[in-house]
């Protein structure tokens, strides 16, 4: 999929299905395998642009919050942007510099 956007093909209902599946197989993994149903608390969250979708798309499947299209898509472009950064920079510089980025920005879709 990432391949596919860095061509400029950015399918949001493959990403959303491909996010969507992954988060639905960690959450029953996780319940299966303690025998309890566990409320998740993230302290420090991880804000790459797939961290952030997949946190997103989540809340879509947990709590019917339905994400718009164009943050899938405003999303997934910033991943191929990030993914650029650690080839050129590094992971760990990569994300310094998302993180300064992002500063207090909480809206995907904003321009």
């Not at 596919?4 to 996780?30: F, K, P, S």
């Not at 472009?77 to 500063?103: C, P, Q, S, V």
Request: aromatic residues 8%; glycine residues 8%; hydrophobic residues 35%.
């Amino acid at each position: 999929m990432t391949a596919r956007g860095r061509l400029g093909r950015i399918e949001v209902d493959e990403w959303r299905r491909g996010l969507e599946e992954g988060v639905r197989t960690e959450i029953e993994e996780y319940l299966r395998g303690k025998g309890f149903e566990v409320v998740r608390r993230d302290v420090d969250l991880s804000c790459t642009p797939l961290d952030m979708l997949r946190s997103m798309i989540r809340e879509e499947v947990l709590e019917g919050k339905m994400v718009p299209d164009e943050t899938v898509r405003r999303l997934v472009e910033y991943h191929l942007r990030f993914t650029d950064l650690i080839l050129e920079k590094g992971r760990e510089e990569a994300y310094r510099m998302w993180k300064n980025f992002m500063g207090d920005w909480n809206d995907p879709t904003s321009s």
